[in-house]
């Protein structure tokens, strides 16, 4: 298995993804990744640890971080359109960082070593069941989510730990899904829950925890155009790390907020229970909304790390998103002295 050394906060600056360079590097790399599966057909009977071995090698100065192999996440469809409403303030995270450094607790609860810890994971096939006020509920597979329609978004992301990533989603809008299936007058929160398959998943053995991890939304929310329901991440397919096959993506919430490999989707009346709210009420919230002047009770959130670079910046009220947000959230809630609680990292 390839091992990935560098770890993602120790990149220098000069790492950092521009725009013009994420775009020929995923054309570059397509290329490279037909000509390896050739090559392992050829030489008749590779295993598949030499497979995966051989095909995330990647091209010269491209290595990542993966325990699946690339033909898993090269599905018809990807790249999709980028929408240009959704600019960044900051470069692309670098691919390797964001791909390296994740929560993901199903999986350990070690940042840097859940990528390796996902082998076991099948995310392919999946189902999602919708269900609950509805007047549509149904099942549906990958095939069907994307069928929605694919687009590529480039969001920023803050975890609450106060590191943060810019990179570019594919996927379709939640709304479109929430339409489909027609809920009734009395839904007015979503609820998400994510698999629970101890036997693929080592953190799921723990019993600290009650899995399997749940959150919820507003309804209003759901429908807000933001809230994607990401399949892909730098133009492929969900690696197993970032939440395959199907996770969601609410750019204005902190990271815990963005479930990941959805299993079911349930209208419902009542505020839904979630998962980090349930486990430490005081330091979770359910709206999990990004505010600099909210302190976490053991960090101040005042700035944020960027994988990759490590570069420090000023967090922005809801994630710099209340442009976009309009009337959802509309007051920015202010506590005294936020800005003396110690900061998560050294600067
Ligand atoms: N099912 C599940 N989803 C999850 C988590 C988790 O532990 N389990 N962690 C959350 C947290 S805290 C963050 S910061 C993001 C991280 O997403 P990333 O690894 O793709 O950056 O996933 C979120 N979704
Ligand atoms: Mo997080």
């Known amino acids: 298995m390839f091992v990935h050394r560098t770890p993602p906060w120790a990149l220098p600056e000069n790492a950092l993804t521009d725009e013009r360079e994420y775009h020929s590097r995923r054309l570059h790399r397509r290329a490279f990744?037909?000509?390896?599966?050739?090559?392992?057909?050829?030489?008749?009977?590779?295993?598949?640890?030499?497979?995966?071995?051989?095909?995330?090698?990647?091209?010269?100065?491209?290595?990542?971080?993966?325990?699946?192999?690339?033909?898993?996440?090269?599905?018809?469809?990807y790249p999709a359109a980028r929408n240009h409403?959704?600019?960044?303030?900051?470069?692309?995270?670098?691919?390797?960082?964001?791909?390296?450094?994740?929560?993901?607790?199903?999986?350990?609860?070690?940042?840097?070593?859940?990528?390796?810890?996902?082998?076991?994971?099948?995310?392919?096939?999946?189902?999602?069941?919708?269900?609950g006020a509805v007047e549509r509920p149904m099942v549906l597979d990958l095939d069907d989510i994307e069928r929605l329609g694919l687009?590529?978004?480039?969001?920023?992301?803050?975890?609450?730990?106060?590191?943060?990533?810019?990179?570019?989603?594919?996927?379709?809008?939640?709304?479109k899904l929430v339409e489909r299936c027609r809920p009734?007058?009395?839904?007015?929160?979503?609820?998400?829950v994510s698999f629970h398959r101890p036997s693929q998943a080592p953190g799921q053995r723990s019993?600290?925890?009650?899995?399997?991890?749940?959150?919820?939304?507003?309804?209003?929310?759901?429908?807000?155009?933001?809230?994607?329901?990401?399949?892909?991440?730098?133009?492929?397919?969900?690696?197993?790390?970032?939440?395959?096959?199907?996770?969601?993506?609410?750019?204005?919430?902190?990271?815990?907020?963005?479930?990941?490999?959805?299993?079911?989707?349930?209208?419902?009346?009542?505020?839904p229970?979630?998962?980090w709210n349930d486990l430490v009420p005081r330091e979770y919230t359910f709206d999990g909304l990004v505010n600099p002047q909210v302190p976490h009770p053991r960090w101040s959130q005042a700035k944020e790390k960027l994988l990759g670079s490590g570069a420090v910046r000023a967090t922005q009220w809801l994630n710099g998103y209340a442009d976009l947000l309009g009337d959802l959230h509309p007051r920015q809630p202010r506590v005294d002295g936020w800005h003396q609680a110690p900061l998560p990292f050294k600067t």
């Open 33 to 77: 990744l037909v000509g390896a599966a050739g090559l392992c057909a050829a030489a008749g009977g590779c295993t598949r640890q030499n497979e995966v071995e051989r095909l995330n090698r990647g091209t010269p100065g491209e290595h990542l971080p993966l325990s699946e192999p690339w033909a898993d996440l090269d599905r018809p469809g």
């Open 151 to 175: 687009e590529e978004r480039t969001y920023r992301f803050r975890c609450v730990e106060a590191w943060a990533m810019a990179v570019p989603w594919t996927g379709v809008p939640l709304r």
């Open 207 to 271: 019993r600290k925890f009650p899995w399997p991890y749940y959150e919820g939304l507003k309804l209003k929310e759901a429908v807000h155009e933001l809230a994607l329901l990401a399949t892909g991440i730098y133009g492929h397919a969900l690696p197993r790390q970032n939440g395959a096959p199907v996770r969601l993506v609410v750019p204005w919430k902190y990271g815990f907020k963005n479930i990941k490999s959805i299993a079911r989707i349930e209208f419902v009346e009542t505020l």
């Open 184 to 192: 009734l007058g009395k839904a007015r929160f979503v609820r998400f």
């Open 85 to 131: 409403a959704y600019a960044l303030d900051r470069p692309l995270t670098p691919e390797p960082a964001a791909l390296s450094h994740n929560n993901f607790y199903e999986f350990g609860t070690q940042t840097s070593a859940v990528w390796r810890n996902v082998a076991e994971f099948l995310p392919r096939p999946w189902q999602v069941t919708v269900t």
């Open 273 to 275: 229970s979630t998962f």
